[in-house]
C-alpha cells in the first residue's frame, strides 16, 4: 500500500535560517508527490507536485523539494525562513485505487522564530 | 474567480440531529472529496466522487453520506450514526488523474453543543 511519512510534527526555525521538512513515502509504482500548505483556519494550498520530469521541483513561495528514489524521500525545502512561511505543511501521495485517490501525511507544523 | 466554496464556515450541531455541510465549486472539475481534519492526524478521506451520479467511500465512511447531482456539488451530511462528529471538514475537488493536485475550499468547523 502506498503511504507518506512526515518526520516531526513540530519544527522551529529562525527567521532567515534553513527550513526542511522530511516526507519519505512508501510506493511499489512510480510515485506521484504533492506538497501542500495551510494556514490557520484555511483549506490546502499546493505548494509543488513531482511529476517525474525533473527530480529537483520548484514551487511557490521559495520553497522546492528534490526526488531521491533510493531514499524514498522528497523533502521540502527553503534556503531562508520568512516569518509568513509559518503554517502546517502536508506531503501527499496520490494513488489509482479504481478511482484516484489522495493519502496525506499527517503535517508538520513550522514555527518561524524572530 | 474559480474556486471551491464551503459553507457555513461554523456550525453548531446538537446531538442526535443531522446536519448538511455544503461545498461547490466552479472550476469543471470532475472530481470532488470530502476530508476531515483532526488535530495531529492530518487528513481523513470521507467520500469521493469521480463523476456525476456517482461516489466510493473512504476511509471514514460510516456516520457520513453524500450526494453527487450536479457536477458543481457535493454536499455533506453527518447523520446521528457519528459519534465523534466535531472536527474541520475540508471538500477539494480536481481534474480527474493520478498527478491532479486538489484544490480545496476554506473548511467547515462543525461542534457539538
Redesign the interface.
Known amino acids: 500500500a502506498q503511504s507518506v511519512t512526515q518526520l516531526g ?1 513540530h519544527v522551529s526555525v529562525s527567521e532567515g535560517a534553513l527550513v526542511l521538512l522530511r516526507c519519505n513515502y512508501s510506493s511499489s509504482v512510480p510515485p ?1 508527490l ?1 506538497w501542500y500548505v495551510q494556514y490557520p ?6 505548494l509543488l ?1 513531482y ?1 517525474s520530469a525533473a527530480t529537483l521541483v520548484k514551487g511557490i513561495n521559495g520553497f522546492e523539494a528534490e526526488f531521491k528514489k533510493s531514499e524514498t524521500s522528497f523533502h521540502l525545502t527553503k534556503p531562508s525562513a520568512h516569518m509568513s512561511d509559518a503554517a502546517e505543511y ?1 506531503c501527499a501521495v ?3 485505487t ?5 493519502i ?4 508538520t507544523r513550522l514555527f518561524v522564530k524572530a | 474567480d474559480g474556486g ?1 466554496t ?1 459553507s457555513p464556515k461554523y456550525l453548531f450541531r446538537k446531538e442526535g440531529q443531522n446536519v448538511t455541510l455544503s461545498c461547490e465549486q466552479n472550476l469543471n472539475h470532475d ?1 470532488m ?1 470530502w ?1 476531515r481534519q483532526d488535530p ?4 481523513r ?1 470521507i467520500y ?1 466522487s ?1 463523476i456525476v451520479n456517482d461516489f ?1 467511500k ?1 476511509d471514514i465512511a460510516e456516520g457520513y453520506s453524500v450526494s453527487r447531482e450536479k457536477k458543481e456539488s457535493f454536499p455533506l451530511t453527518v447523520t446521528s450514526a457519528q459519534k465523534n462528529p466535531t472536527a474541520f471538514y ?1 471538500c ?1 475537488s ?1 481534474i ?12 467547515t ?1 462543525l461542534s457539538i453543543l
Not at chain 2, 495531529?40 to 487528513?43: A, P, S, T, W
Open positions: 510534527s506521484y504533492f483556519n484555511q483549506g490546502l494550498q499546493l507536485k511529476t502536508f496520490s494513488v489509482n479504481g478511482g484516484f485517490k489522495t496525506f501525511g499527517a503535517g | 471551491i464551503q472530481a472529496y476530508y495531529g492526524q492530518g487528513l478521506l469521493y469521480q466510493q473512504g475540508l477539494a480536481s480527474r488523474g493520478i498527478n491532479q493536485p486538489q484544490h480545496f475550499g476554506d473548511g468547523r
